[in-house]
Nanobody, 119 residues
Framework: QVQLVQSGGGLVQAGESLRLSCEAS????????MGWFRQAPGKQRELVAI???????TLGESARGRFAISRDIVKNTVYLQMNDLKVDDSAVYYC?????????????WGQGTQVTVDS
């Protein structure tokens, strides 16, 4: 199993920036992608950004132009830099890891961190 520990988040004003971090530990062998999802009250969980080991990045529509994902593969850590935050970015942000195992692909989720953007 992979353990994920998230940090960052909190309350900010619209237009400000935040950086989220997520460190994976435990059974990290085979990790092939790390990223972020978010879920606002009453809404489905949605992709924010994900990056594979070869650097290929997929950004959710809400993240394009404002958010950036980066990884430290040696440290098994993924970061999400969020700029020009908007009220609609308020949500619980979840770290996500995909790992290849002998039984197939395994997904792991962080504990979630609240991001609140105040107007």
């Amino acid at each position: 199993q992979v353990q994920l520990v998230q940090s960052g988040g909190g309350l900010v004003q619209a237009g400000e920036s935040l950086r989220l971090s997520c460190e994976a530990s435990g059974s990290t062998f085979g990790i092939n992608a790390m990223g972020w999802f978010r879920q606002a009250p009453g809404k489905q969980r949605e992709l924010v950004a994900i990056q594979s080991n070869n650097g290929q990045t997929t950004l959710g529509e809400s993240a394009r132009g404002r958010f950036a994902i980066s990884r430290d593969i040696v440290k098994n850590t993924v970061y999400l830099q969020m700029n020009d935050l908007k009220v609609d970015d308020s949500a619980v942000y979840y770290c996500y890891v995909q790992r290849s195992t002998g039984l197939g692909l395994q997904s792991s989720w962080g504990q979630g961190t609240q991001v609140t953007v105040d107007s």
